[in-house]
Antibody
């Protein structure tokens, strides 16, 4: 069974650093891209970026480039999302999701999702 | 950037109604369009991929259509468990696979 299990909720102060995780199981972790999606309170979904754990190729949305860092440790089947200096506006639910690629065509979609990690940034 | 615009942003409907949600892309995205359902406090769930392909396990009352810039998600007969927020997502772009703003389906 494919599962993505995310780390627990975090409460941080502005300016602090943070790294949240997403552990995959039940499939070949190095063969699928993992994406991160932000959902601010009461708002919609925002595509942040993706990483291919096989070679750590990473793509970022222009909106998030330079604001966060996406990484992965394939030895423990885990992807990460990190901030060096949090802001109150980073308060949100963050989801990781596995990106499936069609066998015969470049069709991409998120087929499995983590349960979400709530990040609260407040002084 | 490819912008995805959904309409309406919310709607009220009754059980048994036929519901249609539209999604428009700011440029042609061929058929690289996905639909997700999200219930409160839960992660999104894939319903439709490649504009019209039903994800395994999703009820057949859900269907998708469209290509180019205009797409629709249709629920043929709304069920109580379908009250949720629906999002489209384009997968045409290689580095920013944007979501639409969402459509909340509420009980009338």
């Amino acid at each position: 069974e494919v599962q993505l299990v995310q780390s627990g909720a975090e409460v941080k102060k502005p300016g602090e650093s943070l790294k949240i995780s997403c552990k995959g199981s039940g499939y070949s972790f190095t063969s699928y891209w993992i994406g991160w999606v932000r959902q601010m309170p009461g708002k919609g979904l925002e595509w942040m970026g993706i990483i291919y754990p096989g070679d750590s190729d990473t793509r970022y949305s222009p909106s998030f480039q330079g604001q966060v860092t996406i990484s992965a440790d394939k030895s423990i089947s885990t992807a990460y999302l990190q901030w060096s200096s949090l802001k109150a506006s980073d308060t949100a639910m963050y989801y990781c999701a596995r990106q499936y690629r069609g066998l015969w065509s470049p069709i991409y979609y998120f087929d499995y999702w983590g349960q979400g990690t709530l990040v609260t940034v407040s002084s | 950037d490819i912008q995805m615009t959904q309409s309406p942003s919310s709607l009220s409907a009754s059980v048994g109604d036929r519901v249609t949600i539209t999604c428009r892309a700011s440029q042609s995205i061929s058929s690289y369009l996905n639909w997700y359902q999200q219930k409160p406090g839960k992660a999104p769930k894939l319903l439709i991929y490649a504009a019209s392909s039903l994800q395994s396990g999703v009820p057949s009352r859900f269907s998708g259509s469209g290509s180019g810039t205009d797409f629709t998600l249709t629920i043929s007969s709304l069920q109580p468990e379908d009250f949720a927020t629906y999002y489209c997502q384009q997968s045409y772009s290689t580095s920013d696979r944007t979501f639409g703003g969402g459509t909340k389906v509420e009980i009338k």
